[in-house]
């Protein structure tokens, strides 16, 4: 008897632990599926928040060390999408070791090649710069129901090749997670409740730290872009072409 009641506690167990981490599965965690997918709302604006819940104040001390200015904006940001001109011309730091690595002085077929600091200064350059993949940012709009509401976001720029000779081009390669207060109800209640609550009982509803939004900055393979340049004629192309 002793032995059907201490396996019958276990299996109970064992039951209440499995709902358990079911439930805790359900959380929403940020995706690593690039990009994004935009949430789809209830159109409703019963669920949307009021002005007395948007006070700036309440809500940046809520969002704590969250708020990062540089990927935030509270109101309609002004137009500051980038050219296509200034994110060609804007490198993302210094030259790559992989391409501060490339041998210059011998060609893929053996052939010896002098060749100058400034001149491999100059072309190391040019390369960086040509198979440079731009990253253009543009404001997103969340919608009321995220605080802040907008977010910049970084899209590929694939209106030519990031690779030399051509045929590479931009991919989604890395993500940061931003973290925004969320506009939920507590206990998700029906929309029934939610106009009862409306009235002179105290709103249901509240922004919490609910929702990591992942902002996906795409950039090309640098490794992929040497190996293939490796594998082709550019040194012979790249003396020609001086």
Same mark, same amino acid.
């Given at each position: ?5 201490? &396996? ?22 940020? %995706? ?12 409703? @604006? ?7 819940? &948007? ?55 053996? $052939? ?11 072309? &190391? ?8 993949? @731009? ?13 802040? $509401? ?5 899209? +590929? ?11 590479? !081009? +931009? /991919? ?13 109800? %507590? ?12 009235? /002179?009982?105290?709103?249901?509803? /509240? !922004?919490? &730290? ?27 192309? !790249?003396?020609? !072409?001086?």
């Amino acid at each position: 008897m002793g032995f059907s009641q201490a &396996l019958l506690v276990y299996v109970f167990v064992s039951i209440h632990l499995g709902v358990s981490q079911h439930f805790l599965r359900l959380r929403p965690s940020p %995706s690593e599926h690039l990009p994004v997918p935009d949430l789809k709302e209830d159109p409703d @604006p019963e669920y949307d928040p009021r002005e007395q819940d &948007l006070v700036e104040r309440t809500l940046r001390k809520k969002l704590g060390s969250y708020f990062d200015p540089n990927f935030m904006s509270i109101g309609s940001p002004v137009s500051v999408n980038q050219s296509v001109q200034e994110t060609q011309v804007r490198l993302p730091g210094p030259i790559p070791n992989e391409i501060k690595k490339l041998d210059l002085s011998e060609t893929p077929y053996g $052939r010896r090649v002098k060749v100058g600091k400034k001149a491999r200064r100059k072309f &190391l350059q040019w390369l960086w710069t040509y198979t440079h993949c @731009p990253v253009v940012y543009s404001w997103k709009d969340l919608g009321v129901r995220f605080w802040p $509401r907008y977010i910049k976001e970084g899209n +590929c720029f694939n209106e030519r090749s990031c690779s030399f000779p051509e045929g590479m !081009f +931009c /991919k989604p390669i890395k993500s940061i997670t931003k973290t925004f207060l969320r506009w939920r109800h %507590s206990a998700a209640p029906s929309r029934l409740n939610r106009k009862e609550h409306s009235g /002179k009982h105290s709103n249901p509803f /509240k !922004f919490s &730290l609910a929702y990591n939004y992942q902002q996906h900055v795409k950039t090309q393979d640098i490794a992929g872009v040497v190996r293939y340049l490796r594998r082709g004629k550019v040194f012979s192309t !790249f003396w020609r !072409f001086i």
